[in-house]
């Protein structure tokens, strides 16, 4: 999940443990689950990875990806901001028997220089923070925490995604909520406004949160500035291009060796 201002001032709607615990359900619904053995392999092949390489998770949420990567061999650390779910993915590592270590802390202040083969960014985890150049911090620190020669993967909603798939919103059920989401597009389109409204006669709930939008070949050319020699663009976990019917965006970058 994103991190908050390292510069320690109010927190953030992203550090409350209660936000993510109230709407676990709407994000991380049964679909979301089913998906995660295939996203885990489509992760492995993209990115050649083999049995005991070492993988960051940043942003890893409750492990729905980092768990399944811990079972098909690698070695996971997986940081994130929200102890229940760091609490979770460890007790479902455990209960699959695999090694996965939390790590609770803020991806902006998180380095552990040149100790993965591999490190991802998914479900759109990424575009939170106040200022580009606190996003621009984390990258830089994926970058440094991998070693040279390794892979990065970040999945995300792009501008181009956004404008493709946009709804001004809509109401369904899920996770036993109704829900009711509202979106516009600001700042010239560099920004998507969300609005998520649940209820499910317990709990009823009204978020609403921005999230920067990158292109696509803005971020292989930020990422090429800080340290990545090679990307790749991706519709969809099978590979299939980025293009006017991607479903996401899917960016693979090497870091230099």
Not at 194 to 216: K, M
Not at 222 to 234: D, E, N, P
Request: charged residues 25%; proline residues 4%; aromatic residues 10%.
């Amino acid at each position: 999940m994103p991190s908050s201002d390292p510069a320690g001032s109010a927190p953030e709607w992203f550090e409350s443990d209660n936000f993510w615990l109230d709407y676990a359900p709407v994000l991380f619904d049964e679909n979301r689950w089913s998906e995660a053995v295939d996203v885990a392999e489509s992760v492995i092949r993209m990115a050649d990875l083999k049995p005991g390489n070492a993988v960051l998770d940043a942003g890893c949420g409750p492990g729905r990806i980092a768990v399944e990567l811990a079972a098909l061999g690698m070695k996971v650390t997986g940081v994130d901001m929200i102890t229940a779910y760091l609490e979770a993915a460890r007790e479902s590592a455990q209960a699959e028997g695999v090694f996965f270590e939390p790590v609770k802390a803020d991806l902006r202040r998180f380095r552990r220089p040149n100790a993965f083969e591999a490190a991802v960014s998914l479900y759109t985890s990424f575009g939170y923070c106040q200022t580009e150049e606190e996003d621009l911090l984390i990258l830089k620190n994926i970058a440094a925490s991998l070693k040279h020669g390794g892979r990065f993967i970040l999945e995300c909603v792009s501008r181009e995604t956004a404008l493709l798939h946009f709804t001004p919103g809509e109401t369904f059920e899920r996770g036993g909520f109704r829900v009711t989401t509202r979106f516009d597009l600001i700042n010239g389109n560099r920004g998507l406004l969300s609005r998520w409204d649940i209820d499910n006669g317990t709990v009823n709930r009204t978020h609403s949160f921005v999230q920067r939008l990158y292109a696509a070949e803005e971020l292989c050319t930020i990422l090429k500035s800080i340290g990545f020699s090679q990307t790749a663009l991706y519709g969809t976990w099978n590979g299939a291009p980025y293009d006017s019917n991607a479903d996401t965006m899917i960016l693979l970058a090497r870091k230099s060796v």
